[in-house]
């Protein structure tokens, strides 16, 4: 099969195609067989058998879908017949597809590229030592050093947080106990009692009574002609105007 399937690794055949046509007596059996030998060397990787037994010459044209498997799996070939019958116009084709991917380190889309990278610096001694600038993984180890860089940066600011979080969260239990340990001290009347007797202890409290507040007399600025104030009549009429108007708006709303 080598010579038939391309180079290439990570070939698989999926399907075989055959044209054949057989020549024979109408009368007389034939079977023709159509394998390929498995690469190891046990037994047959594919086999087909088409029974002519009592049939008459004909050209048959197939195809047969197989379980895909690598092409360097499949040995050599051949088609042959058993019983009376002759052979001509043979066609054996292969249907196959290339896995890009079937060596992770061929294209870095590959979904195990950076496994095989990874695996690749360690089998080469490569994790803390540069390679060669002409090696053909130098930029990809360039950046998996800057990949492993940013992974430890993000671990780094990661525990920070926790750690600050943690800090933060001890502070305000902290604070939670201590207010709620004064709010006993002071709902208690024998606390309250002891605290104001500190307070008054240290002498800092000054009865209200002991302050002294600047007096004088205040004298009228405004003097009063002969000692009479007179009415005033105008305010007067605009205070019984304003009685009449609140008795008429009443009114209304009275009957």
């Known amino acids: 099969m080598t010579n038939i399937l ?22 007389a059996d034939a079977t ?5 030998k498995h690469a190891s060397g046990n037994g047959n990787i594919y086999e087909l058998n088409d029974n002519w037994n009592k049939l008459p010459s004909n050209t048959k044209i197939g195809f047969e879908l197989v379980t895909p498997s690598l092409g360097t799996s499949w040995g050599e070939g051949n088609i042959g017949v058993t019983g009376s019958g002759t052979l001509s116009d043979v066609t054996i084709a292969y249907n196959y597809k290339f896995d890009p991917c079937f060596i992770p380190l061929a294209d870095p889309s590959c979904p ?14 490569l994790i ?9 993984y130098y930029d990809e180890w360039v950046k998996f050093q800057l990949e492993q860089e940013t992974e430890a940066e993000e671990l780094e600011e990661l525990k920070a947080e926790k750690e600050e979080e943690e800090a933060e969260e001890e502070r305000s239990l902290e ?10 001290k002071i709902g208690d009347p024998m606390k309250q009692l002891s605290m104001m007797t500190q307070m008054a202890s ?35 009429r605009n205070l019984s105007q304003d009685r009449t108007h609140r008795v008429m708006v009443r009114s209304q709303y009275d009957k």
Request: charged share 20%.
């Open 32 to 36: 023709v067989s159509i394998t390929n």
């Open 202 to 236: 240290v002498g800092t409290l000054d009865g209200y009574y002991g302050a002294s507040i600047d007096g004088g007399t205040y004298k009228d600025t405004t003097p009063l002609k002969d000692g009479i104030i007179i009415d005033n009549y105008k305010a007067l």
């Open 6 to 27: 391309p180079p290439e690794a990570g070939l698989k055949v999926q399907g075989v195609y055959h044209q054949y046509t057989i020549t024979k007596d109408t009368d």
């Open 112 to 125: 195990d590229f950076k496994n095989a990278l990874y695996q690749y610096l360690l089998d080469n001694n």
């Open 128 to 136: 803390n030592n540069e390679p060669a600038i002409d090696d053909p």
């Open 175 to 184: 604070k939670a106990l201590s207010v709620a340990g004064a709010a006993e």
